[in-house]
C-alpha cells in the first residue's frame, strides 16, 4: 500500500510565509510566485512550494512526522532585524530563536519552536531566507512590495535556486 504523504512533503519543501494584504508582509507570496514559474519540471518533482500565508506555516509543519520524505525546509519570510530595506538574511538553525529563552520571533510570531522541533525530531535541515521589510502597513490594507523588497524577491529566488540546485548535484543529504 502507497504512504499516504501530501504532495507538498517532498524532499525540498520552500514555506512562504506572510500576507499580501499588508504590502512588505507578502514578500514569501511573491517568492513562491516567481519560484513556480522558474523551477524545472524535474525540479518540480523534488521540491513543493508551499504558499502557508500567515498561520498556516505551524500547521503545515505540524503534519511532518516520521514518514515524511522531506530532507529540507526552505522558510521565507519578511523579518525585522534592523537591516537596510530588501536586504537578505540567511538564517540556520542553530540561528532561530530559542522559544524557551525569547518571547519574540523572527517575524514576531511563535515559529521557531515548532520548526527547530520538527527539524531536530525528524533531521531535516533548515534554512530561514529573510528580508527587511520596509512597509507593513498593518493593519492598513496595501497590496504590493515596496522596491526594496521587490529586489529582495530576486535575491531570495536566487539564493533558493542555488540551494535547490546545489541539492540536486550532490544527490541531496544535506543533512
Known amino acids: 500500500m502507497e504512504e499516504l504523504n501530501p504532495s507538498y ?5 520552500v514555506l512562504g510565509c506572510g500576507n499580501i494584504l499588508f504590502g512588505d508582509d507578502g514578500f514569501g507570496f511573491h517568492v513562491i510566485e516567481k519560484l513556480k514559474d522558474l523551477l524545472t519540471e524535474e ?45 537578505i538574511k540567511i538564517l540556520k ?52 512590495l515596496s522596491k526594496e523588497v521587490e529586489k529582495g524577491v530576486d535575491k531570495a529566488v536566487e539564493i533558493i535556486l542555488k540551494e535547490i540546485r546545489n541539492n540536486s548535484r550532490e544527490g541531496y543529504d544535506g543533512r
Not at 512533503?9 to 519543501?13: E, R, T
Not at 503534519?63 to 536586504?87: A, Q, R
Open 9 to 13: 512533503f517532498k524532499d525540498i519543501m
Open 93 to 144: 538553525k542553530e540561528d532561530l530563536p530559542d522559544p524557551k529563552h525569547s518571547r519574540l520571533d523572527i517575524h514576531n510570531w511563535p515559529l521557531a519552536g515548532i520548526l527547530k522541533e520538527v527539524c531536530e525530531k525528524y533531521n531535516i535541515d533548515i534554512l530561514v531566507v529573510g528580508c527587511q521589510g520596509k512597509y507593513i502597513p498593518k493593519p492598513d490594507v496595501y497590496i504590493g
Open 43 to 87: 525540479e518540480k518533482k523534488r521540491v513543493a512550494l508551499v504558499d502557508a500565508g500567515t498561520g498556516a506555516p505551524q500547521q503545515v509543519l505540524s503534519l511532518i512526522d516520521e514518514t515524511t520524505k522531506t530532507k529540507k525546509i526552505i522558510v521565507v519570510d519578511i523579518i525585522d532585524y534592523n537591516l537596510k530595506p530588501g536586504e
